[in-house]
């Protein structure tokens, strides 16, 4: 199986002294919904099961990308700005390319799995008093100063790797779908997936590009309203973002492609957070659930999806944030090691 650098070598900055390296990123499962796609009235429904990345989200396709032009630059150290995906897969990169790993991330606000990953990957975790913003705006300025490669996406090698999730789809579905929902945090995926679908049909591997409908959390909304958010809030921490760094990549995604950029409510989020869950099987983490939130939303407000290829982005697995889960589902019931009890209540259904 080659590994992204290799098999989509000819679309990405990939030179002869560019290393290959891989941790097994990229070639994730396009999934077809089995019920939601009959509540939504959609022609085919899929979602594009990011999660299933080496690191758990789809920060790996632009992180392998990243950290092997850092190798090629001969750089010893990187650092990043994070809400969590982005520092496990930093760490995780930077492990195998022997780099030294700074991540700055606030403190007390990312998921705790995205922690454990960024500790056991051997990262060094820089949290501050504030908030992925100032987290950014800190970076920015170290990076300027000194030779330590920044590793957001700012950095064009990220866009660069993560538009391949667009030739993906494209190679599984035969062309382009007709609507991309994804959610919208830092702006740099959506702004990936664009570049990703128009390359893909200038190269005659499409005849279609989609519409791409981006989601921010209401509480994060800075494109949306159209101005930053000094405190953004929402309970999907990865996307609690507040002054993009990518707007102008999303709100040129939207306007060529003739999509929309809106928000969805914290309770819009776990909604479909839940139905992703107990209906599909498929455990995305709270910010993930926004593109389907979005395509709900979409639909409520009346958008006829029948005959329709629509493709939801899961960008990052649940598993990251077991504290969301815990809170949002009924507790387990709790009972005495006992057969007839057990069986009592099993009987009860
Ligand atoms: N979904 C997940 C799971 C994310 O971690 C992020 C961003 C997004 C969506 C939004 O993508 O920023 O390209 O618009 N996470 C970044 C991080 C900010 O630090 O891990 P975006």
């Not at 850092?70 to 650092?79: F, R």
């Not at 170290?142 to 990220?158: A, D, E, F, G």
């Not at 919208?184 to 664009?194: E, L, M, Q, R, S």
């Not at 990518?246 to 928000?263: C, L, N, T």
Request: with cysteine.
């Amino acid at each position: 199986m080659p590994c992204l650098l290799e098999k989509y070598r000819d679309f990405l900055p990939v030179t002869p002294q560019t290393p290959i390296i891989t941790i097994g990123e990229a070639d994730t499962p396009l999934v077809r919904s089995r019920r939601l796609e009959r509540e939504i009235g959609c022609g085919e429904l899929y979602f594009k099961l990011e999660g299933c990345n080496p690191t758990g989200s789809f920060k790996d396709r632009g992180m392998v990308v990243a950290v092997a032009k850092a190798v090629e630059a001969k750089n010893s150290a990187i650092i990043c700005a994070s809400t969590g995906n982005t520092s496990a897969s930093a760490a995780a990169f930077g492990a195998v390319c022997s780099l030294t790993v700074f991540v700055v991330v606030p403190k007390g606000n990312i998921a705790l799995g995205k922690l454990a990953q960024a500790l056991v990957y051997g990262a060094r975790i820089l949290a501050i008093d504030g908030n992925f913003d100032k987290a950014l705006e800190i970076v920015r300025a170290i990076t300027q100063k000194h030779p330590i490669t920044l590793v957001n996406s700012l950095n064009p090698h990220r866009i660069e790797g993560q538009k391949t999730a667009a030739f993906e789809i494209v190679d599984v579905l035969g062309d382009a779908p007709d609507y991309l929902f994804i959610p919208v945090g830092n702006a740099g995926n959506i702004t990936a997936y664009w570049k990703g679908f128009v390359h893909y049909k200038q190269a005659g591997k499409a005849l279609n590009t989609p519409k791409m409908m981006g989601f921010e959390a209401e509480g994060s909304a800075a494109i949306v309203r159209g101005k930053a958010i000094a405190d953004p809030e929402t309970i999907a921490s990865a996307i609690r973002i507040g002054n993009p760094a990518s707007w102008k990549g999303a709100v040129a995604a939207r306007d060529e492609s003739g999509g929309v950029i809106d928000s969805v409510s914290d309770d819009e989020i776990l909604d479909a957070y839940k139905i992703l869950g107990t209906q599909e099987g498929v455990f995305g983490e709270p910010a993930s659930a926004a593109s389907v939130a979005g395509l709900i939303k979409q639909r409520n407000n009346g958008t006829d999806f029948s005959n329709k290829r629509v493709v939801c982005v899961i960008t990052g697995t649940g598993l990251k944030d077991p504290d969301t889960a815990i809170k949002s589902a009924m507790p387990p019931t709790e009972l005495p090691a006992d057969l007839e009890t057990v069986e009592r209540l099993v009987l009860q259904g």
